[in-house]
């Protein structure tokens, strides 16, 4: 989904109501995102909030051949980053929407060439596994794994190396086979 450059162009001027109209054109997509960043609805409301004043506050660097939602999203996860680091006494921990939540707002994409289904609670089973993770790792497989980062993208997000990104990806792996064994080996193989 692309967002028209002429309401974009409205936002820029200051339009409220073309602020509110692109609000509502990307909440589905960018809310998903913040519930991987936050614990509950209450702080991905907070997250999405945020990330949206700053999309607001930047638009008039958007390139024009640049996909606005792509933008929009990258700009969300960062902001979503970025207050991690700044709230120091906050645990960090990354949780997904829940599986109602995440099939009503985006298609999770498990395997790229593949299409193939999954039993709900082998996937609410993986999932929970994944917040077990220490917080760096779950992060870097987040990251690697829903939202498509690169090793050189996550190790900058995070400021990190990119050898310690594939290292916690790697870790990461190990740790979700180990634990969900071998009958949830394909789940596990998304990651490589």
């Not at 051949?65 to 960062?78: E, Q």
Request: charged share 30%; aromatic share 8%.
């Amino acid at each position: 989904m692309d967002v028209d450059r002429s309401l974009i162009g409205s936002c820029i001027e200051g339009d409220r109501r073309a602020q509110n109209e692109l609000y509502g054109a990307c909440f589905a997509q960018l809310i998903t995102v913040c519930y991987r960043f936050a614990n509950n609805k209450d702080d991905a409301a907070v997250l999405m909030n945020l990330a949206f004043f700053r999309i607001l506050e930047n638009l008039h660097k958007l390139k024009k051949d640049v996909p606005f939602m792509a933008w929009a999203i990258r700009l969300t996860v960062n902001n979503c980053i970025s207050e991690y680091r700044k709230d120091v006494t906050r645990k960090k921990h990354i949780s997904p929407v829940s599986f109602e939540e995440n099939e009503r707002h985006i298609e999770l994409r498990l395997l790229e060439d593949k299409e193939e289904e999954y039993d709900p609670l082998v996937l609410k089973r993986v999932r929970a596994e994944i917040l077990k993770l220490p917080p760096t790792t779950q992060e870097v497989f987040q990251l690697y794994v829903f939202q498509d980062c690169t090793h050189i993208e996550i190790a900058e997000l995070l400021r990190i190396k990119e050898g310690t990104s594939k290292w916690h990806l790697f870790n990461a792996r190990n740790m979700l086979r180990e634990v969900l064994g071998d009958s949830v080996k394909t789940l596990i193989s998304m990651a490589v």
